[in-house]
């Protein structure tokens, strides 16, 4: 009992306020409730804000994207295609979709690896495969690094799956195309070699070599493309190259329907994404706006009562014909005669003696803020 005591007197030391005259001891329960937003609802709206406008911002370009796709004028590889352009005014289609087969244009790239297989696009590329110590998991995770790559291609151009139609599009910086997938020619995994004592510095450092990887991928003559881009006639020959700015460029070996799915399926990905965001970032505004309503309104209702308890008395010093000046400041606030004595808990006040504590009509509330009395501890002054 005397060691709780004195933890309560040191604490209500630390933390006692002179009130307006009122002491009072702040339970620590009590002390971060100040309304203001803490760092980390700060930080958690300020990230959900920030993603929820880069998600939209990507969203309304895939949207764009997916409208100029269906807006975009499809045109067939034939005979008339040089006729048409010619009449079009600038000799230009600004977004045409056009689907054809590879074919050479002069030279064509050969597969290092497989006989016979003749391409126009060819992407070389080594991968590190690792497995890497993770300490925070305490697992192995696989890792990939790229460390070499290159990519080869000659020019080709577009023709008709009809070999009688000579009309050819050739086509500009296939590269700058976004989907290009092209087919994986050849495979080979190269495994790392292993010894006791590289297993046991592995494990020491906490990084296991798995091997390389090796791919050789290619864009094959004869490949069926879609291709969506400009197509202008440049002297005599077709070309479909980059659009103008802020429409996309495609060729890839899908049809135009299954790159449209594609396209609207990560659309959708974009607008859940968005709209996770959006409402994550709104709850926690909403969130912290109703902290900082609710602490004004009790602070408000604090003031209120503190007002209207010094009102009444004003009232008993009237009838007991006292000055302010004769009171002392640590007298009882409800007699006005003796010392105060006892800590409410939990709102903490110290405005009472004990006599008049044990006067207080059930359920005991504290006459200065109307809480519940829970606990009460005697003070002792020393
Ligand atoms: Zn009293
Ligand atoms: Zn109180």
Known sequence: MLLSVYFHEEVALDSCRQDEG????????????????STAQIVVLATSSALTAIFYS???????????????????????????LSETPGRCIPYAVIEGVVRSVKDTLSSQFVENCKGVVERLTLKEEKMVWNRTTHLWNSTEKVIHQRTNTVPFALGSHDEDI???????????????????TYENFHPSAKSLSTVIGHFISGERPKGIHETEEMLRVGDSVTGVGELVLDNNLIKLQPPKAGLSYFLTRMDFESLLRKQTTSVR??????????????????????????????????RSMLEEFKEQQRRRMCELNLEESSLSPSSCTVCLSRERSCVFLECGHVCACAQCYEGLTEPKKCPICRAPIERVVPLYTS
């Open 58 to 84: 990507i969203y309304k370009n895939r949207a764009k994207t997916v409208s100029s796709l269906q807006e975009a004028k499809k045109v067939s590889i034939d005979q008339d295609l040089k006729n048409i």
């Open 22 to 37: 009122l002491h009072r001891y702040i339970p620590f329960s009590r002390m971060d409730s100040s309304g203001k937003p």
């Open 166 to 184: 000579s009309t050819t599009v050739r086509v500009i910086r296939p590269l700058d195309a976004a989907e290009l997938n092209l087919e994986t």
């Open 269 to 302: 990905v974009w607008r859940i994404l968005t709209v996770v965001f959006g409402v994550a970032a709104c709850s926690t505004l909403l969130f912290v706006l109703w902290r900082l309503y609710t602490h004004s309104r009790q602070s408000r209702k604090e």
